[in-house]
């Protein structure tokens, strides 16, 4: 195994250095290094070995890792730089010259319309807008939302840590903010939590390491799965229409108990199936639960007395369906040209 994994660094240095431009960069280093990148895959046979020896080859495959990412990132300066000096050539400035065409106003940004949006909606429903660091701790981004340093969810979420600050991350979504709510507001309480947040992502036409979320929690006595539905209800409606229907079914989340995935009829085909929603008549929008008794402990709310629901909107995906988008990375672009579009 050793000799594969010697093999892979080889192989990827031998081809980085072929490469001529940065799509094709992108596109070798997710083949070696994504999700199911063939180091993954090799990763994964680790399982198989005795204990001294997975640790002898995983301490190869972290070497193997960080060659290849220092290769990568050579290849990547080099190739940013050649597009600098090419803009410096044809696009040459006079900073003097007065502005031609009089004043050129932008204008709102979409993910910033539609948190508007459903900000004006939740509120219509007496819900307040609550909001939290980005720089987040450890304890508040996972511990305390029933996500111990042990527990395998925290790979699915693999975010920034910060160097030098320990136990400090790039808030991985904004479930942050109900721990902090309800500490400062206790119980009962409804509020929504618009926000970016960051993921180390393997960037491509659907991922990007920086996005948006918009969080919701109810919490009161008596509080059910049906009150859950309904508010979802009205804001699927509120979102694609009165026709809209919502459909739950069960899904695994540490911070709720049970956990639902969120799907709404598509929007484009009313649910007779199309290319959107890929011949499903449904659009997955949301996640959400009841609020796992750990997490109501954690932000000081007795769960013997209190119940609540928690849902988690992706804003940015939200986006991309209401206006047809269909590469998330021109969201963080700063392109004129896209934003002037809205």
Known sequence: MKKD??????????????????????????????????????????????DEERKAIGKIANE????IEVAYGGQEETFKKLQREESMGKEWIDVTQPVIGGESRGSIHPVTQV???????????????A???ELESDYYNFTALNIPPTHPARDMQDTFYVEGADGVVMRTHTSSVQI???????APLRMVAPGRCFRNEATDVRHEHTFHQLEGMMIDKGISLSHMKGVLEIVARHLYGEETHIRLRPKFYP?????????VTCFLCKGDGC??????????????????????????VDPDEYSGFAFGFG??????????????????SGDLRFLKQF
Request: proline content about 2%; overall charge neutral.
């Open 315 to 332: 804003l940015t995906r939200l986006v991309m369906l209401k206006y047809g988008i269909d590469d998330i990375r021109h969201l963080e």
């Open 275 to 300: 290319r959107l929603c890929k011949k499903t008549g449904w659009l997955e929008v949301f996640g959400a639960g009841m609020v796992h008794p750990n997490v109501l402990r954690e932000g000081g």
């Open 131 to 133: 909001d939290g660091p």
């Open 115 to 129: 948190q508007q949006e459903l900000e004006d909606l939740f509120t219509s429903m007496g819900f307040i807008i």
């Open 255 to 263: 911070f709720v108990e049970p956990g639902v995935n969120g799907e």
């Open 64 to 67: 193997v890792k960080e060659a």
């Open 5 to 50: 994994l010697e093999q892979l660094k080889d192989d990827f240095l031998a081809l980085v250095d072929k490469v001529t431009d940065r799509e094709s960069l992108e596109t070798l280093r997710n083949e070696f290094l994504g999700r199911k990148g063939k180091l993954k895959a090799a990763m994964k046979e680790m399982a198989q070995l005795a």
């Open 180 to 186: 902090r709510s309800m500490r400062r507001y206790g």
